[in-house]
């Protein structure tokens, strides 16, 4: 690694290189710091939680390699998410389902959880100056089985999923009263179809019917933001999916809800970034669950692609950082599932970095000027620009490892607690 003072000799240069070009360094860190990402908890564990251990998923989900050392409790899954954001800079979240409750040994049905079986994790993440997040759990569960939930047609399986949601609501609230800190209580469900539907309505009147439901209880927006979150297709809804982009947006819209935008979840030409000032004309936030999808909603690990860096110049340029709440959704088992929120977070941060670091104003002065060649080329000009300088100083100061550093950390705690699960 390199030593303290050639990091921040390098900084000192790029500072300057920046500011030749209108950029504030020191500014861009400033904001960085105040950033907070929201680590999901399935990456640890495959998405098994603490229901059934070993059940299957089902819900178009499907987790696959078999790297050793995942999460086997909640204690082990804490564990190893400390270490993952010990790597990281800045102070984040972490992102929770509902079947990642710790009930005892008990049997506890998804409609009758409440805050008691996550006091630990409140309690863990205020030690440690968390934020939290949930999502209700609508699939991995015999009444989800056959690929509905809140828009089934049997009316007692649709009313066991809404009190589930409701119920998924109220926990949100007392965790984000607990912390001091909104939490997201985000509304995902896998309905669809495999093959064409004859009837693509009536499943879409009763989820926005249920929805509503679902969020009849006024809690203290303080506390508790409620999310939608659409999806184009997935395992066994390759020809219909219930909750569309089209259906979400426009409940969002009326509804006063927070959109969800996965960038896994759209077709793979298409970037969720051209959406965030078109759904921000519309609607006061937006959660972004960023992902990296091949070929498919294959929720590959996030990296510092073309896509993570659209999304984080759009978010940027918009000025919408305070409007935006933004999460990690992604799950990989064929390495080592620390090192996946690692790369991921780190990756995400630093695409936000270099959207800070983009001379933004001069490109929209030559782009009001008419001079599309010169935005053009100072575009490319920009991507050759110290941005790593920057991010290692931004490691340095935060206390965190330089570099490549983080995998010799990860890479010992594989050894010393990983191996011996």
Excluded at 105 to 123: K, N, Q, T, Y
Excluded at 280 to 305: I, K, N, P, T, Y
Aim: hydrophobic residues 40%.
């Amino acid at each position: 690694m390199a030593s303290t003072s050639t990091i921040e000799k390098a900084y000192e240069i790029a500072r300057e290189r920046y500011a030749e070009l209108g950029v504030d360094a020191d500014r861009a860190l400033e904001r960085l710091a105040r950033v907070s990402i929201s680590l999901h908890c399935w990456q640890g564990d495959d998405v098994g939680g603490f229901e059934r251990p070993g059940g299957e998923l089902g819900g178009g989900l499907a987790v696959t390699g078999s790297y050793p050392g995942k999460a086997r409790t909640p204690d082990e899954l804490r564990r190893d998410a400390e270490t993952a954001l010990a790597q990281v800079p800045g102070r984040h979240r972490f992102n929770l389902h509902a079947i990642y409750a710790e009930t005892g040994g008990a049997r506890v049905e998804r409609d009758e959880l409440g805050p008691e079986h996550f006091r630990r994790w409140i309690d863990w993440a205020r030690e440690r100056g968390l934020g939290l997040d949930f999502n209700p759990t609508f699939f991995a569960h015999p009444r989800a089985a056959d690929g509905f939930t809140l828009s089934h047609a049997d009316e007692g399986t649709r009313r066991f999923w809404i009190r589930h949601g409701a119920a998924c609501r109220r926990i949100g609230a007392a965790m984000g009263k607990a912390l001091g800190t909104p939490c997201i209580a985000n509304v995902w469900i896998p309905d669809g179809s495999k093959d064409a539907p004859a009837d693509r309505r009536a499943p879409r009147e009763r989820l926005a019917a249920a929805l509503d439901e679902v969020f009849r209880e006024p809690l203290d927006p303080k506390h508790v933001l409620d999310a939608v979150e659409p999806k184009l297709f997935g395992i066994g809804s390759e020809s219909y999916v219930v909750g569309s982009h089209e259906l979400y947006l426009g409940y969002a819209v009326r509804r006063g809800k927070l959109l969800c935008l996965d960038s896994g979840h759209f077709h793979p030409t298409e970037s969720i970034a051209d959406k965030v000032s078109a759904v921000l004309l519309w609607l006061d936030a937006l959660l972004l669950h960023v992902s990296r999808g091949v070929r498919w909603d294959s929720d590959h690990v996030v990296v510092l692609s073309d896509e993570t860096r659209a999304i984080a110049q759009e978010v940027v340029r918009g000025g919408y950082l305070d409007r935006v709440h933004i999460g990690l959704d992604f799950f990989d088992a064929s390495v080592n599932r620390v090192a996946a929120w690692v790369v991921g977070l780190r990756a995400t941060l630093q695409a936000l970095l270099l959207a800070l670091l983009e001379p933004a104003e001069l490109l929209r002065r030559r782009e009001v000027e008419g001079d599309l060649t010169a935005r053009l080329a100072l575009q490319e000009e920009a991507k050759a620009l110290p941005a790593c300088a920057v991010w290692d100083y931004a490691c340095l100061k935060g206390g965190v490892p330089v570099g490549a550093a983080w995998l010799e950390a990860v890479q010992r705690y594989e050894r010393e607690v990983l191996a011996g699960r």
